[in-house]
């Protein structure tokens, strides 16, 4: 009996498209009951008392529930185009997800292996974004010309070997090619249409007095603002509702394709013992990342079962430690002696000019005690304006910093991207230990 060829790429995303219309159906029927819930609640408040009981006769009903159908499928209609069209380039924009920049070397390592696995995998174009966050994490979503995309965050990059980060690029071109990124794009991305809506009714971040000049002083209706978010907690719903067992699939086919399970699981379990949170990301996109961005730990209960978007964190390295021999402890083990060899070759380079006594010691910078909390720091905000001075503190508490950001040390005259500062990464990685900052490193070039 001759064996069954596996589907190409195009044949997926065809299964898919069929698969998204039920996608569309329930959308048609989510606001044929929700339109149709408000009509009669105003029918009820207003109608009767204007024109009598006439208006419960059966043509009237009839048209009203022709129009209903109708705004349904219009609603609807509009509400899928904006998801399929521009879901994934919102998801990307909110993320402020970039292409790798390939003079940072981990970056075009990162480029390199997205490139590799794509071979491997088959497929025809793969787009590659890093996410500026030092959590750990990962995402595949498939943009609006069809061309899949693999964004990982700087945390990834930072803390994950090329075996690794292989593994986890295999895992996210496995989505793509198992149809999972197109249907969890286009889920996820339900949501976008109605945070638009309600981020364009919430007031201004402006002074009341300022608001009332301009006309802008009332608040959104009530009625109208509950219907918004209930349907965004519905959009919540489907999107924990997907089947877990996606990440578990996933999971095997990127052992397929690495042939290394050991390294999927190592970089699991090193996304849960750094941090996988991503900003203030809505939780409505969970399904999107390799590991759920949440702050809580797993549990395998009932309600975990029943909404949340992945399984637990330690069956999938259980799993994986399977495939490849090994114990779990024995995963968990690799990690830990990964981390120890990796602060045993820290060190730190200086200057030729702190060589040669040209430049002030070490020792000179960590006596004067006036240069800590120095407000030396100056950052470009999003219209490329300089704001400041400000001290570390000051600048990592901003709403706009990031470590993309264009940051210039006064004293030192020195300017770069924030990540390029030793003070300001070991100031981000550690805001909850408080540490102080190291003064050894303080107002040094960023690439000494």
């Given at each position: 009996m001759s064996r069954k060829r596996p589907a190409d790429f195009y044949e997926v995303q065809s299964r898919q498209w069929k698969k998204s219309l039920f996608v569309f159906?329930?959308?048609?029927?989510?606001?044929?009951?929700?339109?149709?819930?408000?009509?009669?609640?105003?029918?009820?408040?207003?109608?009767?008392?204007?024109?009598?009981?006439?208006?419960?006769?059966?043509?009237?009903?009839?048209?009203?529930?022709?129009?209903?159908?109708?705004?349904?499928?219009?609603?609807?209609?509009?509400?899928?185009?904006?998801?399929?069209?521009?879901?994934?380039?919102?998801?990307?924009?909110?993320?402020?997800?970039?292409?790798?920049?390939?003079?940072?070397?981990?970056?075009?390592?990162?480029?390199?292996?997205?490139?590799?696995?794509?071979?491997a995998s088959g497929l025809p174009q793969v787009n590659s974004y890093v996410i500026p966050f030092f959590a750990v994490n990962s995402m595949a979503v498939l943009e609006a010309d069809g061309t899949p995309a693999v964004a990982v965050t700087e945390g990834l990059l930072a803390e994950c070997t090329r075996d690794e980060l292989q593994a986890v690029a295999a895992h996210e071109l496995a989505h793509v090619t198992r149809g999972d990124a197109f249907y969890v794009t286009l889920v996820c991305s339900l949501a976008n249409f109605l945070e638009k809506i309600m981020e364009a009714m919430e007031p201004e971040d402006t002074p009341p007095e300022d608001r009332a000049a301009s006309g802008r002083a009332g608040a959104p209706p009530l009625l109208v603002y509950l219907a918004l978010a209930f349907s965004s907690a519905v959009m919540r719903l489907l999107s924990m509702l997907l089947s877990r067992e996606r990440e578990i699939l996933a999971d095997a086919a990127a052992a397929e394709i690495s042939r290394n399970p050991a390294a999927l699981a190592r970089a699991l379990y090193k996304a849960h013992l750094k941090n996988c949170f991503v900003g203030d990301f809505t939780l409505t996109y969970s399904p999107l990342f390799i590991i759920a961005p949440k702050l809580s730990g797993d549990s395998d209960g009932f309600f975990s079962r029943l909404f949340n978007s992945h399984p637990p964190l330690m069956s999938r390295i259980r799993l994986l430690a399977r495939m490849a021999g090994l114990e779990p402890a024995k995963i968990i083990e690799q990690v830990f002696e990964g981390r120890k060899t990796r602060e045993e070759a820290k060190g730190v380079l200086f200057s030729f000019e702190e060589t040669q006594g040209a430049a002030p010691s070490v020792q000179a910078i960590t006596e004067n005690p006036a240069l800590e909390g120095n407000k030396v720091w100056l950052i470009q905000d999003r219209a490329g304006k300089w704001k400041g001075p400000f001290d570390l503190d000051e600048l990592a508490l901003l709403p706009f910093f990031g470590p993309l950001r264009i940051v210039k040390n006064v004293q030192e005259d020195v300017k770069a991207q924030a990540r390029e500062f030793p003070q300001i990464r070991d100031r981000i990685r550690s805001p909850e230990k408080k540490k102080p900052v190291d003064l050894s490193k303080q107002n040094r070039c960023p690439r000494c």
């Amino acid at each position: 009996m001759s064996r069954k060829r596996p589907a190409d790429f195009y044949e997926v995303q065809s299964r898919q498209w069929k698969k998204s219309l039920f996608v569309f159906a329930a959308l048609i029927l989510f606001y044929f009951f929700a339109i149709g819930l408000i009509s009669l609640a105003l029918l009820a408040t207003f109608g009767l008392l204007a024109a009598g009981p006439q208006l419960l006769s059966g043509s009237f009903l009839l048209k009203l529930l022709v129009g209903v159908l109708a705004a349904a499928v219009i609603i609807a209609l509009i509400h899928f185009y904006d998801a399929r069209k521009f879901g994934a380039q919102y998801i990307l924009k909110r993320l402020e997800a970039r292409n790798p920049d390939l003079s940072d070397r981990y970056h075009k390592q990162f480029a390199n292996t997205v490139e590799e696995m794509r071979i491997a995998s088959g497929l025809p174009q793969v787009n590659s974004y890093v996410i500026p966050f030092f959590a750990v994490n990962s995402m595949a979503v498939l943009e609006a010309d069809g061309t899949p995309a693999v964004a990982v965050t700087e945390g990834l990059l930072a803390e994950c070997t090329r075996d690794e980060l292989q593994a986890v690029a295999a895992h996210e071109l496995a989505h793509v090619t198992r149809g999972d990124a197109f249907y969890v794009t286009l889920v996820c991305s339900l949501a976008n249409f109605l945070e638009k809506i309600m981020e364009a009714m919430e007031p201004e971040d402006t002074p009341p007095e300022d608001r009332a000049a301009s006309g802008r002083a009332g608040a959104p209706p009530l009625l109208v603002y509950l219907a918004l978010a209930f349907s965004s907690a519905v959009m919540r719903l489907l999107s924990m509702l997907l089947s877990r067992e996606r990440e578990i699939l996933a999971d095997a086919a990127a052992a397929e394709i690495s042939r290394n399970p050991a390294a999927l699981a190592r970089a699991l379990y090193k996304a849960h013992l750094k941090n996988c949170f991503v900003g203030d990301f809505t939780l409505t996109y969970s399904p999107l990342f390799i590991i759920a961005p949440k702050l809580s730990g797993d549990s395998d209960g009932f309600f975990s079962r029943l909404f949340n978007s992945h399984p637990p964190l330690m069956s999938r390295i259980r799993l994986l430690a399977r495939m490849a021999g090994l114990e779990p402890a024995k995963i968990i083990e690799q990690v830990f002696e990964g981390r120890k060899t990796r602060e045993e070759a820290k060190g730190v380079l200086f200057s030729f000019e702190e060589t040669q006594g040209a430049a002030p010691s070490v020792q000179a910078i960590t006596e004067n005690p006036a240069l800590e909390g120095n407000k030396v720091w100056l950052i470009q905000d999003r219209a490329g304006k300089w704001k400041g001075p400000f001290d570390l503190d000051e600048l990592a508490l901003l709403p706009f910093f990031g470590p993309l950001r264009i940051v210039k040390n006064v004293q030192e005259d020195v300017k770069a991207q924030a990540r390029e500062f030793p003070q300001i990464r070991d100031r981000i990685r550690s805001p909850e230990k408080k540490k102080p900052v190291d003064l050894s490193k303080q107002n040094r070039c960023p690439r000494c």
